[in-house]
């Protein structure tokens, strides 16, 4: 069960971000994590909300909330988690001091939600993330939601500039264009 707010704690992480490249690329290049956030928030706001971060037959993890505050460089989100393996509710009526479960079924999980601040580093490679902690949700639920956001990313042609890059050689291809390759990302907290 989920913590009152008067007793949750307060986590500090720091994300990384890195590149890796299929093509053998020693070192790939990579685009800084303050731009990564950038294109994510405005995915995140396109109306795709909640977005799912995990989903298995008794646990559902979404993206509840996403929202950028430019004076403070921060990016706020909500992470709601699902937990069907979670007892049911008990209910106590306070007249006559009765007790009844609130009747969750079996395909039902109880609710519980996370705060997030994400503020990126001046160096584009780090951001420092707070999380609240006492709801269930945790640092690789963070990693799962950036990498989640960064295969949506990807497949978008405006954000192609993030995921192609001209080849360290400066070989051309027959038109004479440089030769790119493509970068994928792994975030760890």
Request: glycine content about 6%; overall charge positive; aromatic content about 6%.
């Amino acid at each position: 069960m989920s913590l009152p707010l008067r007793k949750r704690t307060v986590h500090f992480y720091e994300i990384h971000v890195q590149a890796h490249a299929k093509a053998g690329i020693q070192n790939p290049s990579c685009a800084s994590l303050t731009e990564l956030l950038k294109r994510f928030a405005s995915l995140a706001t396109q109306s795709k909300l909640p977005q799912i971060i995990r989903k298995s037959s008794s646990l559902h993890t979404v993206l509840s909330d996403w929202y950028y505050d430019k004076s403070t460089n921060c990016y706020q989100m909500l992470i709601s988690k699902a937990n069907a393996a979670l007892s049911d509710v008990a209910l106590r009526d306070l007249g006559t001091k009765k007790l009844r479960m609130a009747g969750k079924t079996k395909i039902e999980g109880i609710e519980i939600s996370a705060h997030i601040l994400l503020r990126p580093s001046l160096d584009g490679k780090t951001a420092t993330a707070l999380l609240t902690m006492g709801a269930g949700v945790a640092a690789k639920d963070i990693e799962v939601l950036l990498k989640g956001m960064s295969r949506l990313a990807a497949k978008q042609r405006a954000n192609k500039d993030l995921y192609w890059f001209d080849e360290p050689s400066g070989a051309k291809d027959a038109k004479g264009n440089p030769k790119q390759y493509q970068v994928n990302y792994r975030f760890n907290a």
